[in-house]
C-alpha cells in the first residue's frame, strides 16, 4: 500500500489529509494535531494545533473554503492556531473571511470561545462573518446533512463515518482503553493518537480492534512503521499500521 491511496476503488467523493501529525514538540517536520476531512462538499478541520492555518493557506483553501471546525478538547496543540486563523478570517487585505463557520467543540466551547476572544474583540477575529458554536454531544450528529459519530474518549471526542462503502475513524488524544478500541474496530482507516500510546500498547490496539489500516498521529516520539507491524503480526494482526506525516492523503 502507498502513502496516498485509495481506501476503495470507487470514485472517491471524499478525501482524508493530515495536516498536523505532532505534538507539542516544535518539529518543522510535523505541525501540531489536525486532519482535514472533505466530505460531501464540505472542508471540516478536526482540531486546529499549530501550524494548521498555514497548511490550509498551502493547500489551496480560502478562508471561506472551511465551513466547520470540530475541536476535540481545548488543549494548546490542538486549539492555539486558532487565533490567527481567525485574526486572517477578519482582517486580512488578501483572503477576509465572507461566509458563516461554525466551531463545535466540548461542551462550554462558547465559554472557551469566549475567553479566546477576549483580549482581542469580536471586531479582531469575527469581523463580517457569523460563527455558530456548537457542543459535541456522544452519538450521531449531522453536518450539512451528512452524519458523524463521537466517541468520548474520556479526554477528549473523536469522529467516525461511513463513506462510499468504507469506515473512518479520526480519533484525539487517549489512553488505552475499551471505548477507543470500540470506536477503532473493524475500521477501513483509523487514524488515532499513537504519542500517548507505547510501542505495546499501539500493537494491543491493532490486534484488538482489527481495522484494516491504523495510521499513528500525534506523535511525540518518532514510531518505526516496520517494528509496529512486525510485532503485531507476530500477534495476529493482519491489517496495516502506518506512520503518520504532514499533508499524507486518503482517497475514499
Known amino acids: 500500500m502507498t502513502d496516498n491511496e485509495k481506501i476503495s476503488e470507487i470514485v472517491p467523493m471524499s478525501k482524508i489529509t493530515i495536516l498536523g501529525s505532532g505534538s507539542t514538540n516544535l518539529n518543522p517536520a510535523r505541525n501540531a494535531s489536525s486532519v482535514l476531512i472533505r466530505r460531501g462538499g464540505n472542508n471540516i478541520v478536526f ?53 458563516s463557520i461554525t466551531i463545535y467543540g466540548q461542551p462550554s466551547v462558547s465559554e472557551f470561545m469566549t475567553a479566546l476572544k477576549q483580549p482581542y474583540g469580536d471586531n479582531s ?40 462503502g468504507a469506515t473512518i475513524a479520526v480519533m484525539a488524544d487517549s489512553k488505552l482503553h475499551d471505548d477507543l478500541v470500540d470506536a477503532l474496530e473493524n475500521v477501513d482507516l483509523g487514524i488515532f493518537d499513537g504519542g500517548h500510546l507505547s510501542d505495546e500498547e499501539i500493537v494491543e490496539l491493532a490486534v484488538r480492534c482489527k481495522a484494516k489500516r491504523l495510521v499513528c498521529s500525534h ?34
Open 219 to 252: 506523535q511525540y516520539r518518532e514510531l518505526d512503521g516496520s517494528s509496529l507491524n512486525s510485532a503485531a503480526r507476530s500477534k495476529g494482526y493482519n491489517g496495516e499500521i502506518s506512520v503518520a506525516f504532514d499533508l499524507m492523503e486518503f482517497e475514499i
Open 125 to 164: 477575529l469575527s469581523k463580517d462573518f457569523q460563527t455558530t458554536l456548537l457542543d459535541i454531544n456522544t452519538g450521531t450528529m449531522a453536518i450539512n446533512g451528512k452524519d458523524f459519530f463521537f466517541t468520548d474518549l474520556h479526554h477528549s471526542y473523536g469522529l467516525s463515518f461511513e463513506e462510499n
Open 47 to 99: 482540531d486546529f494545533g499549530r501550524g494548521t492555518a498555514i497548511q490550509l493557506a498551502k493547500i489551496g483553501l480560502l478562508q471561506d473554503d472551511v465551513q466547520h471546525v470540530i475541536l476535540s478538547h481545548y488543549h494548546p496543540d490542538h486549539v492555539t492556531d486558532l487565533l490567527p486563523y481567525l485574526h486572517a478570517a477578519s482582517q486580512s487585505q488578501i483572503d477576509k473571511r465572507t461566509k
